[in-house]
């Protein structure tokens, strides 16, 4: 027996030596997460609490930039150009589409915001992105006219106010083609999601005749203050400035639209190639907090699309911000829609043309 | 323990197997761990020269591109001020139509806004634009990088160039997309072994160019060193693609000629397994050459052992013919060497060996010869000896004879034992009639629980006939409907059984008594006696009826009396002279003990006849515990007896009939201080159970007699001793309280020796939640 064992030993090492050179043990280590410590949040001016900001950035040690855009189209060349920019963006149902389409945006790990229980059903299950895959509804709205009782007298709900020659200079358009647009197709009574080219057309030439009555296509806040000040008299305006109007200023008044009205719903989105994307969790996590909800809709005056957050808010804030999310006119709901196909290549094609018409003349 | 024996053949094989196969092996597998590396070496060097000059087109490409875009907008048409914006947009146009590679030219104010497009074809504000707003600041053109419009299996490349006035400020910005799909065909048309592919990918790991659409954009997989790539230019990288371990050559793209770069990285790689199966197939044939080279050396290592071994073998088989004594045999060896003077010596050895041997010979001859005359004389005793055996069979034959005499007598034996049998069977035809005619029913069960016997009046009560029950075990009879309450009662296993009452139907109720039938120490079975009692119940029936009936009618007088005496001893109908009020409190008790003694009948009428109700309701046993004890509490210091109540602090509730339940508690207080000597002691304690409440009376009076404790819970029992004591009593209280206990679920028993002391138990289940 030990002689056969001494015999054998040579060729089991010799077998164990020559596959060794076969087995090299090479893996690569997981790179360990660094803590984050800072959060660039690209969104609306006014449009996000700066104590729900500061109490963040208290509760978690860091540090949270936010840089403020006029309209989404800015946003989205920033994004486009820029995708390691920004860690959160906020951006508009028919953005949120294309930003999904073009592989811009990463998707949420549901696992990251337990919060998410808090969010309203409708807006689980929203068109745009059903189950919240890449985004969390923020703030829904609607764009309508508000009028300041006092120079305007019987005003009858419908667009028609817009293109009135008496109240030349005394009108404020919002800065964002699309709600031009749309705004001239819902007068015209075409569909704003699926018109003809002949109807894009005519909207377009409708459109155009409005720039010489109106003081001009401004952001939102510019909007706000024309209204506050009484510089301007009618605003096509998102219900999500009335609060802060109404506050200022009580003669104006807010109104859905018999034409119907363009819906939309503003997005938390967490860009491809954001740095921080596990602060941006965080975030939207303690952003949806019903308590932290509350706090921030009293100050930006609007509602969030928080379910819980309601029982939170005081009462008569709560009372002058319902009907501002949805139209509360069954009949006006029922011919309002989103405007999903904003991306379409015809559509684009026409904003963009628009564009191009109402400024080239202008240096 | 016997070792392992190698012959010297097969050891000199294993030397020349070791020194020729290990060398084979070892040169062998040295060259298979190179073999990996080389391929690979050399699969890389290949996709580097591919991927050097794809490098050279893309670099061409976007160069060209560049060129153009100078050559056509760098113009003074565009910069002129004096142009009008018209004769602009109309050369734009005119650019646009000559060159279908420019899929988009947008004319752009100072700020970004658009002052003219050729197709309106993009999204979002040029003001905000990281590439506008770069080349308005360093004011030259800016290339941006692949990104996608409006469609993301579309990439495009832009141009934004600043139209700069003489102050060199800009006046306008024009922005060029290029149409990429003439640069997606550089990256489509390399081609790779048979899955190799070609990726472009930016600096933030996103593919660009690739030639499957859909995976534009996507990121890379994470195991790219996408910073490490950048640093080192260019060399060879092992990453995960779709789940698959790719291994190729990446170069980064830094300028294209003259012009700044994106750092794009272009990779060639193959998937892994492609390069392996070649890899695999040039080791086979290796494994192929080892295997025939070992065969080989084996065959050669084989001859050359047999070589040295033959002269060997020669010497062994010589050697073993000597053994065997052939003298003559001679080793021929020529080999000239060791071998051959080894055969010379042995031939001289064999020699001598036989002289030897002849030596030997002659004297085993001479012993022979002694050995033939020791015979002879050896015969000569055997044939004395036959004659011995002769006379041994005569008597032998004798003793036979004697044998087949007893054998006779033996028969006659036999016959007689023959007569008895038949005595006994006649006995046991008249058992067997006994039984038949038998008024009671009786069966009878062997050791295995068999039915082995049934009368017909048994078959009559339990409806069967008994072809069909004998041999039955009593699982198997269990499923006959008739034979079930039976079963039941008897249990799995007999068990004896006395007078036990057993419903069958409306008109038949049997007494069963189960006894072990035992012969000579040996148990034989249990035999079943089933007597009809119908009619006697019936009888106590109507016996109760009747008590109960009486009963009634003699508590209504009594109370009566009851009342009136209390009146006149309470002094309601005036003054009582001690003599009067000595002799009506004597009445007054007398009539008390009347009113129990009617109770108590009226409660025993009541259960025989099932009309006791209870209405259960959770309580608090040891709240009733106490009011009882306080009942008798005077009873008891006058006796001198003391009584002793423990309990848990804390009691669930169990659902009883509060008044029933009162009753039953009283009966056993009452007996225990009634059948107690003066100075004795009464102990009363309730245990809580796992899942009931166990409460026990216990007394040091004067005990239950052996045996009469078997009847202590029937009517009218009262045991001889206790009657001795005292004389009054109904026997009832006992057989009241253990229906009561049983009514509840409950169970009553008892331990008792003769003057020392008696403990009733009884147990009340909890309430389950």
């Known amino acids: 027996m030990p002689k056969k064992i001494l015999l054998i030993i040579p060729f089991i090492l010799i077998i164990l030596i020559t596959t060794s050179f076969f087995f090299s043990p090479k893996k690569p280590l997981p790179p360990t997460p660094l803590k984050e410590e800072e959060l660039n949040i690209f969104i609306w001016e006014n ?256 509602l969030m699309v928080n379910e819980a957050a309601k029982n939170f808010i005081s009462p008569e804030i709560k009372k002058s911000l319902e009907g501002l999310d949805f139209p509360r006119e069954r009949e006006i709901l029922f011919k309002s829609q989103y405007f999903l196909a904003s991306t379409d290549p015809t559509i684009r094609e026409a904003i963009n043309l628009l564009e191009s018409e109402l400024f080239s003349s202008a240096p | 323990m016997k070792g392992f024996r190698f012959s010297f053949k097969t050891k000199t094989i294993l030397i020349l197997l070791f020194f020729g196969i290990v060398p084979l092996l070892l040169n062998g597998f040295f060259i298979l761990s190179q073999l990996e590396s080389y391929l690979k070496n050399k699969t890389i060097q290949n996709l580097e020269e591919i991927e050097r000059l794809v490098a050279v087109q893309i670099e061409d490409f976007v160069a060209e591109a560049f060129n153009n875009v100078i050559f056509l907008f760098k113009t003074p048409v565009f910069s002129s001020l004096t142009v ?281 001859a001479n012993l022979e010869r002694q050995v033939r005359a020791r015979t002879e004389q050896l015969e000569t005793l055997a044939k004395s000896l036959d004659k011995e055996v002769e006379k041994r069979t005569r008597e032998l034959n004798l003793k036979i004879e004697e044998l087949r005499k007893s054998r006779t007598a033996l028969i006659n034996i036999l016959e007689d034992v023959e007569e008895a049998r038949k005595k006994a069977e006649e006995e046991r035809k008249k058992t067997n009639a006994l039984i038949v005619n038998f008024s009671d029913g009786l069966l009878f069960f062997d050791q295995e629980g068999k039915l082995s016997l049934i009368n017909p009046q048994a078959e009559k009560f339990l409806k069967v006939n008994s072809q069909e029950v004998i041999g039955q075990s009593l699982f198997q009879l269990k499923k006959i409907p008739s034979f079930q309450p039976l079963i039941e009662l008897l249990g799995e296993k007999i068990q004896e059984i006395f007078r036990k009452e057993l419903k069958m139907g409306e008109d038949l109720i049997l007494e069963v008594s189960a006894i072990s039938v035992i012969s000579e120490k040996e148990q034989l079975g249990h035999l079943i006696v089933l007597h009809n009692i119908t009619r006697e119940k019936m009888v106590e029936r109507i016996k109760t009826e009747f008590v109960s009936l009486a009963a009634h009618q003699l508590r209504t007088p009594l109370s009566a009396i009851k009342w009136t005496l209390r009146m006149i001893l309470d002094g309601d109908l005036g003054e009582v002279s001690p003599d009067q009020k000595a002799l009506l409190e004597k009445s007054y008790l007398a009539n008390e003990r009347m009113i129990n003694l009617i109770n108590d009948l009226l409660n025993v009428a009541r259960i025989e006849e099932g009309r006791y109700l209870y209405k259960p309701q959770p309580e608090d046993i040891g709240i009733i515990f106490s009011e009882v004890i306080e009942l008798h509490k005077e009873k008891a210091e006058r006796k001198k007896i003391e009584i002793i109540f423990k309990k848990p602090e804390s009691l669930p509730k169990v659902l009883v009939d509060k008044e029933k339940i009162a009753l039953a508690i009283s009966n056993l207080v009452n007996n225990a201080i009634e059948y107690t000597l003066a100075g004795g002691k009464v102990t009363v304690e309730i245990q809580k159970r796992e899942k009931e409440l166990l409460c026990l009376v216990s007394d040091t009076g ?68």
């Open chain 1, 47 to 302: 449009y996000l609490s700066q104590k729900v900001v500061e109490e963040f950035e208290a509760k978690f040690g860091v540090k949270v930039n936010i840089d403020t855009f006029e309209d989404t189209d800015q946003m989205f060349a920033v994004l486009q150009s820029q995708p390691e920019k920004y860690d959160l963006i906020v951006a508009e149902d028919d953005l949120v589409v294309l930003m999904k389409n073009l592989k811009l945006l990463s998707p949420l790990d549901h696992s990251m915001i337990p919060n998410l229980i808090y969010l309203k059903e409708e807006a689980k299950q929203n068109q745009y992105d059903f189950g919240n895959v890449f985004c969390l509804p923020y703030v829904a709205g609607f764009t309508g006219i508000a009028i300041n009782e006092k120079y305007v007298k019987d005003f009858d709900q419908t667009r028609k106010i817009l293109w009135d020659e008496n109240y030349k200079g005394r009108i404020s358009m919002p800065n964002n083609l699309e709600e031009v647009l749309t705004n001239a197709l819902f007068y015209l009574g075409y569909p704003i999601n699926t018109p003809t080219k002949e109807q894009l057309a005519k909207a377009i030439e409708l459109a155009l005749q409005q720039k010489d009555l109106i003081i001009g296509y401004d952001d939102p806040i510019t909007q706000r203050n024309l209204m506050i000040n009484e510089e301007a008299w009618i605003a096509y305006i998102y219900s999500t400035e009335v609060f802060p109007i109404q506050k200022a200023n009580p003669n104006v008044k807010f109104f859905a639209l018999k034409e119907g009205v363009l819906l939309w719903a503003d997005n938390w989105c967490i860009p491809k190639d954001a740095p921080h994307k596990h602060l941006a969790h965080q975030f939207l996590n303690y952003l949806l907090d019903p308590k932290v909800s509350a706090q921030n809709s009293e100050e930006i005056g609007a």
């Open chain 2, 84 to 364: 009008p914006l018209e004769e602009k947009i109309a050369e734009i146009k005119k650019i646009a139509s000559y060159y279908p590679n420019f899929q988009d030219i947008t004319l752009l104010d100072k700020d970004g806004r658009i002052l003219f497009s050729s197709s309106f074809k993009f999204y979002g504000k040029f003001s905000s634009n990281f590439w506008f707003l770069q080349a308005k600041e360093k004011k030259e053109v800016i290339i941006s990088d692949i990104y996608a419009v409006l469609d993301p299996t579309r990439p495009t490349l832009s141009f934004f160039l600043p139209i700069l006035d003489e102050k060199n400020e800009p006046i306008f910005f024009i922005s060029v997309q290029l149409n990429m799909e003439k640069f997606l065909e550089i990256i489509n048309s390399v081609k790779v072994g048979e899955r190799g592919q070609a990726f472009l990918i930016n600096e933030r790991g996103d593919i660009i160019a690739h030639p499957y659409r859909s995976l534009l954009f996507e990121k890379i997989s994470p195991d790219y060193p996408l910073k490490e790539a950048v640093f080192l230019k260019k060399g060879v990288v092992e990453f995960t693609f779709r789940e698959e371990k790719m291994v190729g050559a990446f170069r980064i793209i830094e300028n294209f000629q003259q012009y700044p770069g994106k750092n794009w990285h272009l990779i060639l790689a193959q998937p892994k397994e492609e390069i392996l199966s070649l890899v695999r197939q040039i080791r086979k044939q290796i494994y192929f050459f080892l295997f025939l080279s070992s065969i080989a050396i084996a065959l050669i290592a084989s001859l050359l052992s047999r070589s040295i071994t033959q002269p060997l073998e020669k010497f062994i088989s010589a050697a073993h013919q000597v053994t065997a004594g052939n003298f003559q045999v001679q080793v021929e060896v020529k080999t000239n060497d060791e071998f051959e003077d080894l055969a010379t010596t042995f031939n001289q050895m064999i020699k001598e060996l036989r002289n030897s041997y002849l030596k030997l010979n002659e004297a085993k």
């Open chain 2, 702 to 769: 004067i005990g239950i007699p052996k045996d009469q404790q078997s009847r202590v819970f029937t009517k009218f029992f009262r045991a001889t001793n206790a009657m001795r004591m005292q004389t009054e009593g109904t026997g009832l209280g006992l057989f009241i309280t253990k229906n009561i206990i049983e009514a509840h679920g409950g169970k009553i028993w008892f331990q008792s020796e003769e003057g020392k002391g008696t403990t009733f138990y009884f147990s009340l289940p909890l309430i389950e939640n």
